[in-house]
C-alpha cells in the first residue's frame, strides 16, 4: 500500500483548502483513513479519522466544524476539506492508514500506512 497526499499551498486566513490522499492497490476499502499533522516544533497530533465508507467520522476539538474528512471508494482517495483556516493550523498534513480505527485514533506508531506529507501554510 502507498499512500500520496497532495493539495497543500500557501492560503489566507479565512480561506480553505482540500487535502487529498490517493491510496494505491486494490485493498482500500479495508482501511480505516485519518489525518495527521505536525506544525514546526511540535509533535505529530490527530486531525481527524473516518471509519470505513463513511459510517462514522472523528475530529480533534481544535478543526471541529470547520474541517470534513471523506472518502471516494471510487477513486481510492480520501479527502480533508479545510475552511476557515487559521495561522495555527499551519503544519505538515500527513495521511494514514489502518486496519483498526482505534489505532488511528490513538496516533500510535503502530498505524500501518504513512503518506508522505504536504504542506499547509496560513497567513494572517
Known amino acids: 500500500v502507498q499512500l500520496q497526499a497532495f493539495g497543500g499551498g500557501l492560503v489566507q486566513a479565512g480561506g480553505s483548502l482540500r487535502l487529498s490522499c490517493a491510496h494505491s492497490?486494490?485493498?482500500?476499502?479495508?482501511?480505516?483513513m485519518g489525518w495527521f499533522r505536525q506544525a514546526p516544533g511540535k509533535e505529530r497530533e490527530f486531525v481527524a479519522v473516518?471509519?470505513?465508507?463513511?459510517?462514522?467520522?472523528y475530529y480533534a476539538d481544535s478543526v471541529k466544524g470547520r474541517f470534513t474528512i471523506s472518502r471516494d471508494a471510487a477513486k481510492n482517495t480520501v479527502y480533508l476539506q479545510m475552511n476557515n483556516l487559521k495561522p495555527e493550523d499551519t503544519a505538515v498534513y500527513y495521511c494514514?492508514?489502518?486496519?483498526?480505527?482505534?489505532?488511528?485514533?490513538?496516533?500510535?506508531?503502530?498505524?500501518?500506512?504513512w503518506g508522505q506529507g504536504t504542506l499547509v501554510t496560513v497567513s494572517s
Open positions: 494514514a492508514a489502518d486496519p483498526g480505527y482505534r489505532t488511528l485514533l490513538s496516533g500510535s506508531q503502530d498505524i500501518h500506512y
Open positions: 473516518i471509519v470505513g465508507s463513511g459510517q462514522s467520522t
Open positions: 492497490g486494490r485493498t482500500f476499502s479495508r482501511y480505516h
